[in-house]
């Protein structure tokens, strides 16, 4: 079956530094998403991505933040400058269509970010 | 935005036991899913339900969507059940994205 894959599982970085992380979406999905989950918080909506374009961002997704698909099958999300509230686990996700019963959201297994 | 409250938010049982969560929602939805958030802090997928009733072995779920309210029934607990349950919606009005509860976090004793 297919799935949503994520690297790395864990990444630490320092504070200050730049940070990529990778998601490869299942391949006939049209719409991917990034959320994230802070220790012991529930899981937020960071932004949405369809048609190569970002369609909806929260207030956290700020400049600091940025996605890509670069290449058709990778989805990235890039935090330019990590602070130490970055630290959380970040999930991607897709769905294969806008309407139901296409709109279901499938995600991966998670990147945990720690920022030192 | 559409808020989404779950209940209980903590429940400790014995293994064995059934148990009930509940998850309302303040709009009318186009999805709702269910996910277990395992030890490691994966998302499992235990149901798409934006209305009527699903089982999947002990697990079953059962959305109201015209009185905005999910439940998830597990049945005949095990210790693998262990986790935090999120519910999560798509509001009919807003854009594509999930807003999940604040999940219910079971703990089966054996």
């Known amino acids: 079956e297919p799935e949503v894959t994520q690297t790395p599982s864990h990444q630490v970085t320092q504070m200050g530094q730049e940070v990529i992380l990778r998601c490869v979406p299942i391949s006939n999905h049209l719409y991917f998403y990034w959320y994230r989950q802070i220790l012991g918080q529930k899981v937020e909506f960071l932004v949405s991505f369809y048609n190569n374009e970002i369609s909806e961002k929260s207030e956290i997704f700020d400049d600091q933040f940025s996605v890509e698909r670069p290449d058709g099958s990778n989805f990235t999300l890039k935090i330019r400058s990590t602070k130490l509230e970055d630290s959380a686990m970040y999930f991607c996700?897709?769905?294969?269509?806008?309407?139901?019963?296409?709109?279901?959201?499938?995600f991966g297994p998670g990147t945990r970010l720690t920022v030192l | 935005g559409i808020q989404v409250e779950q209940s209980p938010p903590d429940l400790i049982l014995q293994e064995g036991a059934n148990s009930t969560l509940r998850c309302n929602f303040s709009d009318s939805v186009n999805n709702l899913q269910w996910f277990h958030q395992n030890p490691w802090g994966q998302l499992i997928n235990l149901f798409y339900i934006p209305s009527g009733t699903k089982q999947n072995g002990r697990l079953s779920a059962t959305t109201v969507a015209t009185e905005r309210y999910s439940l998830l029934y597990i049945s005949s607990s095990q210790t693998t059940d262990s986790g935090v349950y999120f519910c999560?919606?798509?509001?009919?009005?807003?854009?594509?994205?999930?807003?999940f509860g604040t999940g219910t976090r079971l703990t089966i004793i054996p």
């Open positions: 996700a897709s769905r294969r269509r806008g309407a139901s019963p296409y709109n279901e959201q499938f």
């Open positions: 999560a919606v798509e509001s009919f009005f807003g854009n594509e994205k999930l807003t």
